[in-house]
C-alpha cells in the first residue's frame, strides 16, 4: 500500500531553498499545527473505535460472521467540524491499528483509509480500495467481480479495519436502488464469513440518513459532531485560544480577545469545531511571522479577510453589525448575487444558504 515517490528528496529541497530564518518560523508553525485539541466528543469517539477493536479480540471463531452492533462507527457532522482530523488522531493511538512486521517479515497495514468516490457505486468504492491497496485496477470487471475481488484483497492484505471519508459520496447522488445496493456492500463488508472487517465512515449529510436504513441499524454507532454554539461557545473558545495561541504558539493573547469576540469568531466559522481551531492557528501564524508577542483582533480580522474574501467594510471582527453577515458568501459581490439570483430561478432551485454544503 505504501508508493515511494521520494517524498523527502523533494521536502529537503525546498528546505535548502528557505533563509534560515524563514525556516524556524515554519518548523514552528507545522509544530502548532500539529498538535491537537480535544473536546468531551473524544471520549466517544476513543471509547467507539476501542469498541471496534475488542470486537475482534473477542471474536468467536468458529462463528467469525455472527451479527453485533460493534462493526460499524460513524461519525456526522457538517464540513469543518473534525470529523477527519479526530479520526487520525484517535487511530493512530490503537496499536491494533498500526502497520506491524509479521512472523514471516511481511509489512502487514491492518488499517486502511481512503475517501469515498463521487458519484458513488459499490464498483468504485472497490476501485477505489483496490488502488489504495496498490492492486491494479481492471475497469472491465462487473460490479459484483470487482466487490468480490475488493473483499478477497482484503483478506489477502490482512486488513481489519477500512475507513472511508467523505462517505456521504455513497449517497448524495444515488437513486434509491443505487443506495439500497451500497447499504447492501457495506453490510456484506462487516459480514464476510471468513474475514469480517470493522468499517469506520465519516461525512456530512446525507450520510445520516443513509445510516438510518434498517440495513445499518442494528450494526453501527452513530456519533454526532455537533455545532459550538450558546453556552458552549464562552466555554470552548477561550479553551482554543489558551492552547493554540499560549500552549502551542507561545505567544499571548490580545486583550481585544474577550468581550463578544467568542460569539464573532464562532459566528464567523458557523459553529464548526474544525474551523475555528483553523482560523485561530491562521491568526498565530500571521503573529509568528510577523515577530509579534501577542495575537490580537487585528490578526483575525486580516485571516477571516483572506479566508472570506469579504469586501472592506464588512469584516464581522471588525463592523458592529456582525451578526447580520453571511460568512460563506462574503466573497460574492453584487453583480456574483444577481448572476446566482437568475442562474437558480431558471433552474427552479434556490441557493445554497450558509452552512449547508451543496
Not at 468458529?62 to 460493534?70: G, Q, W
Amino acid at each position: 500500500m505504501s508508493q515511494n515517490y521520494d517524498q523527502a528528496e523533494v521536502v529537503a529541497r525546498v528546505r535548502a531553498t528557505l533563509d534560515p530564518t524563514h525556516l524556524v518560523k515554519a518548523e514552528r508553525i507545522a509544530e502548532m499545527n500539529s498538535r491537537y485539541i480535544g473536546l468531551a466528543r473524544d471520549k466517544v469517539v476513543a471509547e467507539a473505535l476501542h469498541a471496534l477493536v475488542a470486537s475482534i479480540a473477542t471474536v468467536d471463531a468458529e462463528n467469525i460472521a455472527r451479527p453485533d452492533k460493534r462493526r460499524i462507527v460513524a461519525i456526522c457532522g457538517d464540513s469543518g467540524s473534525g470529523k477527519t482530523r479526530a479520526l487520525m488522531e484517535h487511530t493512530s493511538r490503537i496499536p491494533a491499528m498500526q502497520p506491524y512486521v509479521d512472523k514471516d517479515g511481511v509489512q502487514v497495514w491492518p488499517f486502511l483509509n481512503f475517501n469515498g468516490p463521487s458519484p458513488s457505486t459499490p464498483r468504485l468504492v472497490a476501485f477505489t480500495g483496490l488502488e489504495k491497496l496498490g492492486y491494479p485496477i481492471k475497469t472491465t470487471l462487473a460490479e459484483h467481480q470487482a466487490w468480490a475481488l475488493f473483499q478477497k484483497m482484503l483478506k489477502v492484505h490482512r486488513v481489519n479495519f477500512v475507513m472511508i471519508d467523505e462517505a456521504q459520496h455513497a449517497v448524495d447522488t444515488a437513486d434509491v436502488n443505487m443506495t439500497t445496493k451500497i447499504g447492501n456492500a457495506f453490510k456484506n463488508l462487516v459480514q464476510m464469513p471468513d474475514w469480517p472487517v470493522r468499517l469506520i465512515l465519516a461525512g456530512v449529510a446525507p450520510l445520516p440518513s443513509f445510516l438510518a436504513r434498517k440495513q445499518l441499524y442494528n450494526r453501527r454507532t452513530v456519533i454526532r459532531f455537533d455545532k459550538i454554539k450558546g453556552n458552549a461557545v464562552k466555554d470552548t473558545i477561550p479553551m482554543v485560544l489558551a492552547k493554540v495561541i499560549v500552549d502551542h504558539a507561545d505567544l499571548a493573547v490580545g486583550e481585544g480577545l474577550a468581550g463578544d469576540f467568542p460569539k464573532r469568531l464562532a459566528f464567523a466559522c458557523d459553529g464548526d469545531f474544525g474551523s475555528i481551531v483553523q482560523m485561530v492557528r491562521g491568526a498565530a501564524e500571521l503573529a509568528i511571522l510577523e515577530d509579534a508577542a501577542t495575537v490580537d483582533l487585528k490578526h483575525f480580522a486580516r485571516v477571516y479577510a483572506s479566508y472570506s474574501g469579504c469586501a472592506a467594510g464588512e469584516n464581522i471582527f471588525k463592523v458592529d453589525r456582525w451578526a447580520e453577515m453571511v460568512p460563506y458568501t462574503a466573497f460574492m459581490r453584487d453583480d456574483d448575487h444577481a448572476w446566482e439570483k437568475a442562474h437558480f430561478e431558471a433552474k427552479r432551485r434556490k441557493p445554497t444558504k450558509f452552512g449547508v454544503r451543496p
